[in-house]
């Protein structure tokens, strides 16, 4: 079953600690995404990553962190110094050849600070 | 860096109505501009794309238009059903950079 994973799909973090959202894809796609969903505001891009072993900040990098050593597999940190971390997470891929094609997406990661 | 901005950020029709929405986008370099459904509680699909060399184009009930003068394209939804419902989000790319931005949404609903 191909496709696009996320996991864990809710998270709960305490204030000051760092955690890690997972995104897998086995669709061989160079291209992946971390997007940032609140109400009203739509999807923000945090990082983006065209190919394996490097990746760009999107427009609300800080307070966020990610790698790129495996083409299957971009995770997200969100760190302490991102001061309002609840959101909705939502990780996508694309082929990435040069010609944009269609992202996919993973069904997204509700993380929640307690 | 590329900006588009999306309105209405809300629309109601009754079914059988027309919806249009509308996006316009900043950085004329942008070549690639999908649009994305996202019922509730579910991820964001693909319904429909548009390339910079074409200034329209149809898929049943959707269609998309493009002008590239104005850097705005338009997502159409014709005779609406209530399956129709939901969040559309427009987004723009620029060749060969694979950076996708996102419109800040639509929340269509549509009235039996």
């Known amino acids: 079953d191909g496709g696009i994973t996320q996991s864990p799909k809710y998270l709960f973090r305490k204030e000051g600690q760092n955690v890690t959202l997972s995104c897998e894809q086995n669709l061989n796609h160079d291209a992946m995404y971390w997007y940032r969903q609140d109400p009203g505001q739509g999807l923000r891009l945090i990082y983006y990553s065209q190919i394996v072993n490097d990746f760009q900040k999107g427009d609300i990098a800080e307070g966020y962190s990610v790698s790129r050593e495996k083409k299957e597999s971009f995770p997200l940190t969100v760190t302490s110094a991102q001061k309002n971390p609840t959101a909705f997470y939502l990780c996508?891929?694309?082929?990435?050849?040069?010609?944009?094609?269609?992202?996919?997406f993973g069904q997204g990661t509700r993380l929640t600070v307690v | 860096g590329e900006n588009v901005e999306q309105h209405p950020s809300t629309l109601s029709v009754q079914e059988g109505d027309s919806a249009v929405i509308k996006c316009t986008y900043s950085?004329?370099?942008?070549?690639?501009f999908p649009w994305y459904k996202q019922e509730l509680g579910k991820r964001p699909q693909l319904i429909i794309d548009i390339r910079s060399n074409v200034g329209e184009k149809k898929d049943q009930r959707i269609a998309v238009t493009l002008n590239k003068t104005a850097k705005h394209f338009s997502l159409h939804i014709t005779e609406t059903q209530p399956e129709d419902s939901a969040v559309y989000f427009c987004a723009a790319s620029i060749r060969g950079f694979q950076k996708l931005v996102f419109g800040t949404g639509t929340r269509l609903l549509v009235s039996p």
């Open positions: 950085d004329s370099a942008s070549n690639y």
């Open positions: 996508a891929s694309s082929r990435g050849t040069g010609q944009n094609t269609e992202a996919f």
